[in-house]
């Protein structure tokens, strides 16, 4: 069994307690793309789910066929498919030693402009402190397949001396569609990002004002945005609960568990966490567990939720 199937069956065992970040991610996105558990790749539509699939994938091949071969497989042109390829690093030197374009090959992650990003992110050091159990990274990369700087969120893990990763572009940035609400993890996401997108066009008070409006709230779909003052955690935009907008308050579930506390550590620039804990459902107004994506852009978190069995 593979690791991150080990990662799915640890992750459904605390699911209603507040789950790590990384290791809620891998198990929900594998559970909504990958049914069977053996091989069979994810829609390319559900990018997270298949984006770890394939570095999965390279760690297998890695693994079978030895460095040389793993590295030479990766460095061809022919193993990239459109926007989605892997890139290896030695994960002692932190430099690239395979890539389809050549041309990045020998670059380091920490001293080279490979690890700073158009926007002056510098994700290479957080590439390269990846261990074994993988981590996410949201950056500003080159797309192969549209020649554009888009956002992209990485998945990279360390297997013996190397890093691999591979990463998926912004489903807002570029021609996929959304997803199927019936992938919640996947339509969670794509919702945070359509947010994201909307605060980065049209700035924080038309995006606080989109979504404080009743036309936001589909369901018990909406788009909630918290703005960090002085340590607190003030709601600033929520369809579904207009009379918490402008208060701050405990963020403590009914289970007890502190989830306020842990959207408050959403680190900036991240590619941002799951967090599960009880709250309203809008349409029975009753606790129900849901399933939390945030991302952090400086003091406003943006976070969409799915709640347990409804869709």
Avoid: C
Wanted: charged fraction near 20%; hydrophobic fraction near 40%; aromatic fraction near 12%.
């Amino acid at each position: 069994m593979s690791n991150v199937k080990l990662t799915v069956l640890a992750g459904l065992g605390v699911l209603g307690i507040g789950l790590a970040a990384a290791a809620l991610v891998v198990g929900i996105l594998a559970l909504a793309g990958d049914d069977d558990g053996d091989g069979d790749a994810p829609s390319q539509a559900n990018g997270p789910a298949y984006t770890i699939w394939l570095v999965e994938q390279a760690v297998a091949y890695y693994e079978a066929e030895g460095r040389e071969a793993a590295v030479a497989h990766y460095s061809s042109p022919e193993s990239r498919d459109g926007p989605w390829y892997v890139f290896v690093f030695d994960a002692e030197s932190s430099v690239l030693i395979g890539h389809f374009n050549e041309e990045l090959i020998g670059q380091s992650l920490l001293t080279d402009p490979l690890g700073t990003d158009a926007t002056g992110y510098h994700f290479g050091s957080a590439m390269a402190a990846a261990d074994e159990g993988g981590r996410w990274i949201t950056y500003v990369f080159l797309n192969p397949d549209t020649g554009e700087q888009q956002r992209k969120h990485a998945w990279v893990v360390r297997s013996g001396g190397l890093l691999f990763g591979s990463g998926w572009y912004d489903y807002s940035s570029h021609a996929a569609p959304a997803p199927s609400k019936t992938n919640a993890p996947a339509y969670t996401i794509w919702l945070v990002e359509q947010a994201l997108e909307r605060y980065e066009r049209e700035g924080i008070e038309a995006t606080i004002d989109h979504y404080n409006s009743p036309e936001a709230l589909d369901g018990s779909w909406y788009v909630f945005v918290l703005e960090e003052r002085d340590g607190e955690l003030y709601s600033v935009a929520n369809s579904n609960r207009p009379d918490i907008v402008g208060t701050t308050r405990e963020r403590i579930d009914a289970t007890g568990f502190n989830y306020g506390e842990v959207f408050a550590a959403t680190v900036d620039g991240g590619a941002g966490q799951w967090v599960s804990y009880l709250f309203t459902h809008p349409e029975t107004r009753e606790d129900a567990l849901k399933h939390t994506w945030i991302v952090r852009r400086g003091d406003f978190l943006f976070g969409v939720g799915w709640y347990d069995g409804i869709r």
